[in-house]
């Protein structure tokens, strides 16, 4: 079983940074992928950050520049680092780890369905 647990939410000024990190455990093969969704209120939830078993990463276009996501294998967290945040950064963050699925003999870790397990979340609120 795959263990997912959030941290580090909170409320910050417009600009301001926070740092989100996710704490996991559970059979590697089952955390090939990692990543960071967010749902705000009346909204399907999205993709903001995800990482793979090979490093590679990719970003929301919104967040791109001001999002960095980083995993670290010995510790077995994933954070995010998030600066110059905006109000419509304000959402349900959501850490999630999942095998992924292949096609063409590579790793997709680019949409929800590669994700398995999914924490409770941690609130994000950015205000004047």
């Known amino acids: 079983q795959v263990r997912v647990v959030e941290s580090g939410g909170g409320s910050v000024q417009i600009g301001g940074s926070l740092r989100l990190s996710c704490a996991t455990s559970?059979?590697?093969?089952?955390?090939?992928?990692m990543g960071w969704f967010r749902q705000a209120p009346g909204k399907e939830r999205e993709g903001v950050a995800t990482?793979?078993?090979?490093?590679?990463?990719r970003y929301a276009d919104s967040v791109k520049g001001r999002f960095t996501i980083s995993k670290d294998n010995a510790k077995n967290t994933l954070d995010l680092q998030m600066n110059s945040l905006k109000p419509e950064d304000t959402a349900m963050y959501y850490c999630?780890?999942?095998?992924?699925?292949?096609?063409?003999?590579?790793?997709?870790?680019?949409?929800?369905?590669?994700?398995?397990?999914w924490g409770q979340g941690t609130q994000v609120t950015v205000s004047s």
């Open positions: 990482t793979d078993s090979n490093g590679s990463t």
């Open positions: 999630a780890a999942g095998a992924g699925y292949y096609s063409a003999g590579a790793l997709h870790c680019s949409s929800q369905r590669s994700f398995d397990y």
């Open positions: 559970g059979y590697t093969g089952s955390r090939k992928c």
